[in-house]
């Protein structure tokens, strides 16, 4: 099945110790998303691609950095993370951006920070 | 600003129907998505609107006045694996998403 897969589900790190989470679709869809969720609020975007074009918006801190090798593949890199920065992180992919489709989500990776 | 209204909280019981309600004000508008979402899950698609009117989908409707800026999602026959956060989102003039911080849905026996 066509699905969006992220890796670790958990993860758990040091303040302060850089941390990479993997998101990856096998739906070749043109459009990821990275989002922030912390609990009982909104889902805050902190950047997309549409295919190789990076998007960041105004307010994610310099702390967060995401590469997209490929179609299929999107990293989030948190360099320094801090105790705020525990959250849950969602991928979300679109087949295009200009479209009334909706967004597809993976399970999410819950980070902890120690 | 954009900004997307929805009650934090409600509670109903097994069996009954519950009608969550949600007012958005976004910058141009291309439709009305609903998801749901279990504790620590990922959300899932419900339903999409962009005309005015009830869209019907098995024990779950949403309805759009665009006029009202409104939407309500309406959920039959509540089972109690309905118990869930239901999360509203306006499609803005950029094609992205404003998210509501979602109506946790109780469901009682």
């Known amino acids: 099945d066509a699905m969006v897969i992220q890796n670790p589900r958990y993860q758990v790190t040091q303040f302060g110790k850089p941390v990479t989470l993997s998101c990856s679709q096998t739906?070749?869809?043109?459009?990821m998303y990275w989002y922030q969720q912390k609990s009982s609020q909104a889902p805050k975007l902190l950047f997309h691609?549409?295919?190789?074009?990076?998007?960041n918006e105004a307010d994610t801190p310099d702390n967060f950095q995401s590469r997209r090798p490929n179609t299929s593949f999107c990293f989030l890199d948190i360099r320094s993370p801090g105790l705020g920065d525990a959250a849950m992180y969602l991928c979300?992919?679109?087949?295009?951006?200009?479209?009334?489709?909706?967004?597809?989500f993976g399970p999410g990776t819950r980070l902890t920070v120690l | 600003g954009q900004n997307i209204d929805q009650p934090t909280e409600m509670t109903a019981t097994e069996g009954a129907i519950v009608q969550i309600n949600c007012t958005y004000q976004?910058?141009?508008?291309?439709?009305l998505f609903w998801y749901q979402q279990h504790a620590a899950e990922a959300p899932t698609f419900l339903s999409y609107?962009?005309l005015d009117g009830l869209e019907e989908k098995g024990r779950f409707s949403s309805f759009l006045s665009r006029s009202k800026g409104y939407s309500y999602l309406l959920l039959k026959e509540l089972q109690m694996k309905d118990s869930a956060s239901y999360l509203c989102?306006?499609?803005?003039?950029?094609?992205?998403?404003?998210w509501g911080a979602g109506t946790k849905l109780i469901i009682k026996p």
């Open positions: 739906l070749n869809h043109n459009v």
């Open positions: 989102a306006s499609l803005d003039s950029n094609y992205q998403l404003i």
């Open positions: 609107n962009v």
């Open positions: 691609y549409y295919d190789k074009d990076f998007n």
């Open positions: 979300a992919t679109r087949p295009t951006p200009l479209s009334y489709n909706e967004q597809f």
């Open positions: 976004t910058s141009g508008f291309n439709g």
